[in-house]
T-cell receptor, first 109, second 114 residues
Framework: GQNIDQPTEMTATEGAIVQINCTYQTSGFNGLFWYQQHAGEAPTFLSYNVLDGLEEKGRFSSFLSRSKGYSYLLLKELQMKDSASYLCAVLDSNYQLIWGAGTKLIIKP | GAVVSQHPSRVICKSGTSVKIECRSLDFQATTMFWYRQFPKQSLMLMATSNEGSKATYEQGVEKDKFLINHASLTLSTLTVTSAHPEDSSFYIC??????????FGDGTRLSIL
């Protein structure tokens, strides 16, 4: 079966760095997405990785290792507004998006 | 600006009412749109894949006669929750995207059935 695992909840301090991990087992791979979702709102796109390595975009970076079926989202200089759920999703061989359950990130002052 | 427009954003209605939710692709033609449902504190759950000009593909456990999907044009898909009951109260979100591109989401519709 297809499976995406990410921690249910994480807590970090304002100004710090946090890494949210995602491991996946899917039938084929055509890219991995990270989305941010604030409570009561629709998800918004953060990043897309299809090749191994690190993609940096401001305070957010995303890393992918296809051989390990592993990705992480790195958030630097955390701000209170970063409190949200972070969703990992993989595009499988049929170009179907397989979603993780999301990681709720709590930022404390 | 918004790529996907979803309307209405909030609906409160009596049990037994049918509710129609619209999802419009603003910047590109979407042959495929996705409908999700999200209950409080839970992850997105794919309900169905809406295909332009053909029948929608429903996920296991989703009643196609309960959740009617119409994708009559390349820019519009509608989800109708027929004879809605309190257990249908949820956050409904549509998404679409071009091939190999990230999905863009509508703002969601919060449905509350009294």
């Amino acid at each position: 079966g297809q499976n995406i695992d990410q921690p249910t909840e994480m807590t970090a301090t304002e100004g710090a760095i946090v890494q949210i991990n995602c491991t996946y087992q899917t039938s084929g791979f055509n890219g991995l997405f990270w989305y941010q979702q604030h409570a009561g709102e629709a998800p918004t796109f953060l990043s897309y990785n299809v090749l191994d390595g690190l993609e940096e975009k401001g305070r957010f970076s995303s890393f992918l290792s296809r051989s390990k079926g592993y990705s992480y989202l790195l958030l630097k200089e955390l701000q209170m507004k970063d409190s949200a759920s972070y969703l990992c999703a993989v595009l499988d061989s049929n170009y179907q998006l397989i979603w993780g359950a999301g990681t709720k990130l709590i930022i404390k002052p | 600006g918004a790529v996907v427009s979803q309307h209405p954003s909030r609906v409160i209605c009596k049990s037994g009412t049918s509710v129609k939710i619209e999802c419009r692709s603003l910047d590109f033609q979407a042959t495929t749109m996705f409908w999700y449902r999200q209950f409080p504190k839970q992850s997105l759950m794919l309900m169905a894949t809406s295909n332009e000009g053909s029948k929608a593909t429903y996920e296991q456990g989703v009643e196609k006669d309960k959740f009617l999907i119409n994708h009559a044009s390349l820019t519009l898909s509608t989800l109708t929750v027929t004879s809605a009951h309190p257990e249908d109260s949820s956050f409904y979100i549509c998404s679409c995207g071009q091939e190999h591109q990230p999905q863009h989401f509508g703002d969601g519709t919060r449905l509350s059935i009294l």
